[in-house]
């Protein structure tokens, strides 16, 4: 553009070139006349000349396609996006207490409910039994108290075998009711109703049904007692994140996170556990954090499926924003937004920036004069 252009000629240039009339007006803030990636709350913005001046005094033209956008007010959310895994929360081991051959053995994927059969060793059952305190470790009969027995008539109540008043679930004594309603449950399985717990005839576990995970035997093998040869998981549905240890302090228990399942679709949940201890690999070191979902049926049952977790990890509610790629960066350190009054006049309105929601594309912005619904301008896309 010459020197000698009329200020008409200059408005139909920058109409050309794609820019509102007017923008090279007045100046409320001297604002920095570069292209660059302006960091901000790790956010890229590409910073202009507000009102895409040309410059006369260089060869070199800035021109910026621009578009127009409003001040909103509402909830904001900052959020961690990590990669995670989705499965099943728990990992048990199935140990065998008796001797002989396994004559029947579940497959990886069956669901054993508790008060079921879970394997067969020379015939007999081997039932499963909720457990949250100690594992099976003696026979149990008339007469004797303990940890193991209480855990005995608290499972016996829950399969209503006996009622609360008959039994307290709480109590860790073996008398006549637990006798009788032990009589009841061996008589459902098919077990020798004896009234009394062998060692070996039950496997306490802490969850109210188990889905198997792995078998390492086959039906024939030897049984030796105290050995091992199925793992399990409980049927809650849970996801994994392997977070990085310096982002602990980011994540806390009861976060809100969105989780996007394979399938595209995305289903809310809340952080349950937040690992305590670190684990180091290939240079990497993690925290393993955990997520339930909210609505577990809808994430299938896919084991060990790659999802997409957005964390978040602070809020703010009621507050006015702006896209991020509205802010300007101003020659003293700060930024600004470009708004367009009712009349069509462009100014700068210097602005503190809060929270990012990155997810949003929006930032939190205070500034003197701002308000909801006024017009500001952005890059056009």
């Not at 306490?204 to 793992?231: C, H, S, W, Y």
């Not at 994540?251 to 595209?264: E, H, M, R, S």
């Amino acid at each position: 553009m010459s020197a000698a252009q009329s200020p008409t000629e200059e408005q139909e240039a920058a109409q050309a070139h794609g820019k509102p009339k007017g923008r090279s007006g007045r100046r409320g803030l001297t604002v920095v006349v570069v292209v660059g990636i302006l960091i901000a709350g790790g956010v890229g913005v590409v910073v202009a000349d507000p009102f895409g001046r040309e410059k006369q005094d260089t060869t070199t033209e800035t021109t910026t396609e621009t578009a127009l956008a409003k001040v909103t007010k509402g909830t904001l959310s900052a959020r961690t996006l990590e990669n995670g895994t989705l499965g099943f929360a728990g990992d048990y081991q199935v140990v065998n207490k008796t001797n002989g051959t396994i004559t029947k053995l579940p497959s990886v994927g069956n669901v054993i409910p508790q008060g079921k059969v879970l394997y067969r060793v020379d015939g007999k059952p081997v039932i499963l039994l909720q457990g949250p305190y100690v594992p099976a470790y003696r026979d149990l009969s008339w007469g004797m108290e303990g940890t193991d027995v209480r855990q005995l008539n608290a499972a016996l109540v829950a399969l209503r075998y006996a009622t609360k008043s008959q039994i307290d679930p709480d109590s860790d004594y073996f008398g006549r009711q637990t006798y009788c309603a032990l009589k009841e449950l061996q008589k459902k399985v098919g077990a020798e109703e004896t009234g009394e717990l062998p060692l070996g005839q039950a496997v306490f576990l802490p969850p109210e049904e188990i889905r198997i995970t792995k078998v390492n035997a086959v039906t024939g093998d030897k049984a030796a007692g105290g050995g091992a040869f199925m793992q399990a998981s409980s049927t809650d549905r849970q996801v994994t994140i392997a977070l990085n240890a310096n982002q602990q302090a980011d994540v806390a228990v009861g976060n809100k996170v969105t989780i996007t399942l394979p399938n595209g679709k995305s289903t809310p949940g809340v952080v349950s556990s937040v690992g305590k201890v670190a684990t180091k690999e290939n240079d990497k070191t993690t925290i393993d954090v955990q997520i339930k979902p909210s609505n577990p049926k809808v994430t299938g049952e896919l084991d060990q499926a790659p999802v997409q977790v957005a964390i978040v990890s602070d809020t703010v509610e009621d507050v006015l924003s702006v896209p991020v790629n509205a802010l300007l960066a101003t020659a003293g350190g700060g930024y600004a937004v470009e708004v367009v009054d009712p009349s069509g006049e462009h100014r700068l309105v210097a602005v503190k920036t809060g929270l990012f929601d990155d997810s949003a594309g929006q930032v939190e912005v205070t500034g003197s004069g701002l308000e909801v619904d006024q017009k500001i301008v952005v890059p056009s896309s």
